[in-house]
């Protein structure tokens, strides 16, 4: 079946710290990804999203691409802020199915 | 108001109750799920529906049940509350009128606990 699967946290950075949140996933089709972005106490909101391969996904200085063939969707920041500071998760949709990784949670410390 | 709203944001249950959890959206998008959240599992799915009347079993959906008779609405009922089912719980839906792998929009949950 579908799955994702996000490298454990809690990830801890200083402020201006570059940042990767590793995330892969398994899909028996051509599925569509996506991060989110939960703060304290919210919902979650959609960060950045990618359709096809190869595609990069890009929001509020964070990035992602991609890449069918290491089945990834990595996320990166050059230089993450205080304001950061959030659960991210990683999540695969294929005919309708919205699929989450476990989560990550990042603080930023200044 | 415009978008997806759940109710109550808060709950506490005794064990063995039933409790309905509602979600409510305005845009009339046609699929709509629910999840609950679980510190070390993230979001898992209980139940979605793709349209009114039809629904589907996700990743966890024993004690659950969903129904979907308009469009709008998509409330979860917890026929007889554990205290395993305490946990946060969100709505989301999706417009497959912008293709069926779109994204998804999030209520802001329901902080659920079972005494």
């Known amino acids: 079946g579908n799955s994702v699967t996000q490298m454990e946290g809690p990830v801890t950075l200083s402020e201006e710290a570059f940042l990767t949140i590793n995330c892969t996933y398994t899909a028996t089709g051509y599925p569509s990804l996506f991060w989110y972005v939960q703060y304290p106490g919210e919902g979650l909101q959609l960060l950045l999203k990618a359709t096809k391969a190869d595609d990069k996904g890009s929001n509020k200085g964070f990035e992602a691409t991609y890449r069918k063939e290491t089945t990834s969707f990595h996320l990166e920041k050059g230089s993450v802020q205080v304001s950061d500071s959030a659960v991210y998760f990683c999540?695969?949709?294929?005919?309708?199915?919205?699929?989450f990784g476990q989560g990550t949670t990042l603080q930023v410390k200044p | 108001d415009a978008g997806i709203t759940q109710s109550p944001r808060y709950k506490i249950t005794e064990t063995g109750r039933q409790v309905t959890l509602m979600c409510h959206q305005t845009w009339s998008h046609s699929y709509m799920f629910w999840y609950r959240q679980d510190l070390g599992h993230g979001l898992r799915l209980i139940y979605y529906s793709a349209a009114a009347d039809i629904t589907d079993k996700g990743e966890v959906p024993d004690g659950y049940v969903v129904s979907r008779s308009k469009t709008e609405n998509f409330p979860l009922t917890l026929e007889s509350a554990t205290r395993s089912q305490t946990s946060v719980y969100f709505c989301a839906s999706s417009d497959p009128l912008q293709g069926v792998n779109t994204e998804a929009f999030f209520g802001q949950g329901t902080r659920l606990t079972v005494v």
């Open positions: 999540a695969l949709i294929f005919t309708g199915k919205l699929i």
